[in-house]
Nanobody, 124 residues
Framework: QVQLVESGGGLVQAGGSLRLSCAASGRTASSNSMAWFRQAPGKDRDFVAV????????EYTDSVKGRFTISRDNAKNTVYLQMNSLKPEDTAVYYC?????????????????WGQGTQVTVSS
């Protein structure tokens, strides 16, 4: 099993920045690609970004391209999401996810492990 713990969420004004972290523990050798999803109240859990284990390949949803950057530090078993130029529509609970496979999948069902989420609120 792999345990994922997110941190770094909070309240920020529109145009501001936050950096989310997701620390993995347990059988981290079994985790490969890692991703961020988000879920706004009353909405589905949506894909945000994914990164392969090497860090060489990434994928983003269109609405965050140019504003968010996903990265990872394998020595620390941690993946990050740097969020700049935040907008009120970015408000959501952000979840970290890990897959046992090398994938750039945007579908939540592909991912095997999930964190509990961290709240991001962007005020206008």
């Amino acid at each position: 099993q792999v345990q994922l713990v997110e941190s770094g969420g909070g309240l920020v004004q529109a145009g501001g920045s936050l950096r989310l972290s997701c620390a993995a523990s347990g059988r981290t050798a079994s985790s490969n690609s890692m991703a961020w999803f988000r879920q706004a109240p009353g909405k589905d859990r949506d894909f945000v970004a994914v990164i392969t284990k090497s860090g060489q390949s990434t994928e983003y949803t269109d609405s965050v391209k140019g504003r968010f950057t996903i990265s990872r530090d394998n020595a620390k078993n941690t993946v990050y999401l740097q969020m700049n130029s935040l907008k009120p529509e970015d408000t959501a609970v952000y979840y970290c996810a890990a897959s046992r496979r090398a994938t750039l999948a945007t579908t939540a069902t592909i991912y095997d492990y999930w964190g509990q989420g961290t709240q991001v609120t962007v005020s206008s």
